[in-house]
Structure formats: C-alpha cells, structure tokens
C-alpha cells in the first residue's frame, strides 16, 4: 500500500477509560507493521504544546493490553482553548513532521480536534474512550463496559449490607449529561429506582419518598436502592440522603462511586473494542479515508463517522429499558 503517512502522533486526552491502552497498543503494532513511526504526546494536548513525546514501539506496549489508566497519561489542556493555541498546536505538530494525530477521548477532546483542524495540514482521527458512552456515532465507547462492571460489583455488596440493615441506599455513578451508565448499573443490578437526566432535570423529592413508602408497605422493610446519576441532585448525593433520612423516617445512606468507576483492569469487551477501533483507525488513516472521522462502531461493525457530528448528543440511552424501568414504578403506584 502506498501512502504519504510516516509519522503518526496519538495521546490520550480528558477523563481516562480503561482499554485505552488496549486502543493504543493495537494503535502501535498496526502502524509498525506497515512500517509507520509512531510517537507518543504524554499529558493530552498538553504534550503536544510541551512537546513531551516518547517514540513507541511494539516493545513499549507488547504488555498494557491488561492495565486500567493510560501509560501516555491524560489530563485537561487549557493552553488549547487560549486565543492562538490550536494555531500553535498545529505548528507544534508541523515542526515534529507528524503526518497524522489519533486522538482517544470523548466529546472535549474532539472538539480539541476541531480546532487544531483548521490549521494543520495532516490528517486528524478520534477513537472514543470515556465511561460515559456519550459520544455519537458508536454504539459503545472504551471504557463503559468497565465501567457499568466497577458499578455493578459495588451495587451487588451494597444490596447485602442494605438488605441487612434495611436501609435505603443512594448509589452515585458518573454521567453529567447522561444515563447510559446510570441505566445500565440500575437495570443489571435490579435497583428500586433509576434517577438519570432522561426521566427530568431534577430530583422529585416527593415523588421519591412515595415511591420507598409504597415498597415497604407492600413488601415490608427491606432493602431500597436508588440509582442516581452526578449532578441529578445539586446538592449531592450526601445532602440528598439526609433529606430522605429526615422525610421518611428510614436510615438512608449515600455511596459516591467517583473515579473508582474509571480505573482497573479493563474487562474483555472493553480490550476487544479498544483493539478493533485502534486497527481500524489506522487502516483507514492510511487509505486516505479518515481526516476529520472518528473510527467506532455500530451493529457490530467498525466504520467512521464525522467528528464534527460526535458531539450532536442524538444519541439515546435504550428508550425500552428507560420505559420498562418507568412502567415498573408506576404499576407499583398504581397498585397502592
């Protein structure tokens, strides 16, 4: 194959997802075997406007397929957003004759793209690694299927020790603009109540406490567990907590599940997606096909999709489950 790619740059940018390391090793091994220099900006887009790089070869990432985090590390970049930093960005880039930048992150990071675009010559491709699964264009992103896995082990020991204390618990996972991950936590661990931004833009305490009180008089004391997206209640989920306690008269507590959602070893979805999404990246890039797309993957099959589009926000949490989950608590109402 013939093509004007000899030097590739890739970092990892915004909030780490495990099997980045995963898309970055299939990165490497694909681009070496087509006799492709591979460099490594350390610190995202930071890296980039340092030029903090490190050469990688298949030696340096034979190994990383099993680790959480992301060896070239990740952080946010403000020097980006600054008047003239992409145009810097893009010099930066030209001055170390790198012919094409892959990009793994989510929707912040693209739009990083986005503006280093409109300067560089070279080619510029995204592959979506964040634990929120926000991103248009691909059914899942790298690091969700971990993610929902991380929630769901400590919704399954949280259920034991709620079912034995008979207390309502709040359990906090990540997702600022979205349920995915809330959703599928709360369906696969069977809890009472999913509070996510698809069902309202704010928590009906009310509504809530009716809810609990509905349960326990049908199936008397017990275990309640509610499910709750970040930022669903402003104050957090501590304070929304205490106001249960106060309100219904029964012991609740809250579990904020934080960063512990974004590390560990990546489970085998999520260093098979990374895999594919890395190969496919650079075959493309090397055909000519990929400027400006972002390798993903839909039904099953890897294919691009305009970066520009990936921030769109059309993309849904399953609308079934979301109807199923609403269904269930309103038979309960109806029932009492």
């Known amino acids: 194959m013939t093509h004007s790619v000899r030097r590739i740059g890739i970092l990892t940018s915004g909030g780490d997802a495990p099997g980045m390391n995963a898309a970055l090793r299939a990165v490497v091994l694909s681009a070496e075997a087509a006799g492709i220099e591979v460099v490594g900006f350390r610190h995202g887009f930071n890296g980039i406007f340092s030029e903090d790089y490190v050469p990688l070869k298949k030696a340096d990432v034979l190994h990383i397929i ?14 980006l957003q600054q008047q003239g930093g992409a145009e810097l960005a893009a010099t930066k880039l030209h001055q170390l004759a790198i012919d094409a930048l892959l990009v793994i992150g989510g929707d912040g990071s693209f739009r990083g793209c986005q503006a280093i675009s409109a300067f560089y010559r070279g080619q510029i491709v995204g592959i979506p690694g964040t634990i929120d699964n926000d991103v248009d264009g691909t059914d899942f992103t790298i690091g969700f299927a971990t993610a929902l896995d991380t929630a769901l082990d400590a919704i399954d020991k949280i259920r034991d020790t709620a079912d034995a204390f008979e207390r309502t618990f709040l359990v906090e996972v990540m997702g600022r603009h979205t349920g995915y991950l809330a959703l599928a936590a709360g369906i696969a661990g069977g809890a009472e109540q999913i509070i996510c931004p698809e069902y309202g833009d704010k928590v009906d305490l009310d509504d809530l406490l009716q809810d609990i009180k509905a349960l326990k008089r049908d199936f008397g004391a017990g275990s309640y567990i509610i499910v709750i997206a970040e930022t669903m209640y402003p104050a957090g989920a501590q304070a929304l907590a205490a106001e249960i306690t106060t309100r219904s008269g029964t012991e ?6 934080g960063h512990l959602q974004r590390g560990g070893s990546p489970v085998g979805s999520d260093r098979i997606l990374g895999t594919k999404l890395g190969a496919f990246a650079v075959e493309q890039l090397l055909s000519g096909n990929a400027h400006m797309m972002m390798a993903g993957e839909q039904a099953g099959q890897a294919l691009l999709y305009p970066l520009v589009l990936t921030g769109d926000k059309k993309k849904q949490a399953d609308p079934y489950l979301l109807k199923w989950q609403q269904q269930m608590l309103q038979q309960s109402e109806t029932q009492n």
Not at 252 to 257: D, H, I, K, S
Request: hydrophobic share 35%; aromatic share 0%; with cysteine.
């Open 252 to 257: 609740c507590r809250a579990c904020v599940l």
């Open 66 to 79: 099993q680790l959480g985090g992301t060896i070239l590390k990740s952080a946010r970049c403000k020097q």
